[in-house]
């Protein structure tokens, strides 16, 4: 059983950076990937960016490319989701998931990951 606890959302204003983080608690974090996953308001839920457990292989959505940066310290059992030059698109609630899946690169579909979080809300005011 993993439990995730992301932070670090809020309310900012378009071209700012915000910088989430999700606590995880077990003892095998690193034979997980994690990813983040974002859903607004009337839309379905979307893939952000995931990292294998390794910390080497990163996926990213085109839509956010170039913006976004996922990170992990195995040590702290914690995953990063740097967010910068942020728009009023990216609003939306955020949540990270763990993969039991031990491949360098990360899976993308929603469906592979079996824990998720509670979800941080991020707002980008235009």
């Known amino acids: 059983q993993v439990q995730l606890t992301e932070s670090g959302g809020g309310l900012v204003q378009a071209g700012d950076s915000l910088r989430l983080s999700c606590a995880a608690s077990g003892r095998t974090f690193s034979n997980y990937a994690m990813g983040w996953f974002r859903q607004a308001p009337g839309k379905e839920r979307e893939f952000v960016g995931a990292i294998g457990g390794s910390g080497v292989g990163t996926s990213y959505a085109d839509s956010v490319k170039g913006r976004f940066t996922t990170a992990r310290d195995n040590a702290k059992n914690t995953v990063y989701l740097q967010m910068n030059s942020l728009k009023p698109e990216d609003t939306a609630v955020y949540y990270c998931?763990?993969?039991?899946?031990?491949?360098?690169?990360?899976?993308?579909?929603?469906?592979?990951?079996?824990?998720w979080g509670q979800g941080t809300q991020v707002t980008v005011s235009s």
């Open positions: 998931a763990a993969d039991r899946w031990v491949g360098t690169y990360p899976r993308l579909q929603d469906n592979r990951y079996d824990y």
